[in-house]
């Protein structure tokens, strides 16, 4: 059975951390800073992020890189999108040829427009691509901890290794299914989480369940435009980090980039929320990316560009939903809609 690193202590590496350690795999947990690391070991318990959490006498805690790295060969990278090539940089003299790496954090680093797993390849050359690969799905780290069934996708350029992601992470409560799309596992799984704001905005502003109903669909639909034009499968997007994580992501409590949404259509502002919030809302950071991805690909994503001209352009919500419904009509599949009249003309 693998032994895992965790290299991440915030929520969702803290709640795998104590998952896995239950199932009886070998579990290492990293913190970035040593004085974190020092009270989870005295403590047993991480009240920022899962204060009710206990986590099992059985996980190595440390702030050591080198001890954590050496420790599994199994990495599994846990840290917030920003903060992911600076832990690369610090991985990057402790990489072997026997290690397997997963992004389990979603994102897209907002200056370059790199998903998480092509962060990690700019970093650690040493390491084949093959051997990196992605655990995504609606996934809320509160409903782990407390031991609740979940779905997730481990991609990876070969099945092989998302054989080997499997083999790390699936347990009793966690089912891991497999996939070789990386990119599009990574752009679902990611690009979601504005569309979770974006729900949140709809619940703040009292819009009801019919717009959210819609913005989560045309919004997959945006979701599943970028995917393909970066190189996805569209079939993807009908999966766990399609269809999956934007039913949990528009709809859960847990979710932070609904809850931002939320506040932000109730006047708050985007400045006030990220003082208040412990954890990051991957959604913010995203929705950057996303804007110079559309305009890279030549791509209308209008819920997509409608975010962040919430967020950084300070639009009114309520001109901006008006924006959104008075858009030319046009056919729902609009490729369908093409190829149908084009056999026809035939």
């Not at 717009?211 to 639909?221: E, H, Y």
């Not at 979710?255 to 931002?260: A, F, P």
């Not at 990220?274 to 913010?284: I, K, L, Q, S, T």
Request: aromatic share 6%; proline share 4%.
């Amino acid at each position: 059975m693998s032994s895992i690193t965790l290299f991440g202590a915030g929520s969702w590496g803290t709640a795998l951390s104590s998952h896995l350690a239950a199932a009886g795999r070998d579990v290492t947990l990293w913190a970035r800073r040593s004085e974190a690391a020092e009270k989870l070991r005295q403590t047993r318990y991480n009240p920022k992020y899962l204060r009710d959490l206990f986590i099992p006498a059985s996980v190595e805690i440390t702030s050591d890189t080198e001890a954590a790295a050496a420790a599994a060969d199994v990495w599994g990278i846990a840290v917030p999108a920003p903060y992911l090539r600076g832990v690369a940089e610090q991985l990057r003299p402790y990489v072997r040829p026997d290690v397997t790496l997963v992004s389990l954090a979603k994102g897209v680093e907002k200056d370059s427009g790199r998903t998480m797993s092509q962060v990690l390849d700019d970093e650690l050359k040493a390491l084949p691509i093959e051997q990196i690969g992605v655990l995504y799905g609606p996934s809320h780290s509160e409903e782990v901890s407390h031991e609740r069934f979940t779905s997730v996708v481990a991609a990876a350029p070969t099945a092989a290794e998302t054989e080997q992601i499997r083999d790390a992470f699936m347990t009793d409560r966690m089912r891991v299914y497999l996939s070789t799309d990386v990119i599009g596992v990574e752009v679902g799984g990611s690009v979601k989480n504005v569309l979770g704001i974006a729900a949140g905005i709809s619940d703040g502003l009292g819009y009801g369940n019919n717009a959210k109903a819609a913005l989560a669909t045309r919004g997959l639909t945006e979701i599943r435009r970028l995917g393909v034009a970066m190189g996805a499968e569209p079939e993807t997007f009908s999966g766990l980090t399609g269809v999956g994580d934007v039913a949990v992501t528009c709809t859960s409590e847990h979710s932070r980039n609904r809850y931002v949404g939320e506040q932000i259509g109730q006047g708050a502002s985007l400045e006030a929320l990220r003082e208040e919030m412990n954890m990051v809302a991957e959604g913010v950071y995203t929705a950057q990316a996303v804007r110079e991805l559309a305009d890279e690909h030549d791509l209308e994503m209008p819920i997509m560009t409608a975010v962040y001209e919430l967020l950084f352009e300070d639009r009114n919500p309520d001109d901006i939903a008006e924006q959104l419904m008075d858009r030319p009509a046009k056919s729902e599949h609009a490729a369908s809609a093409s190829l149908s009249s084009a056999s026809m003309a035939e």
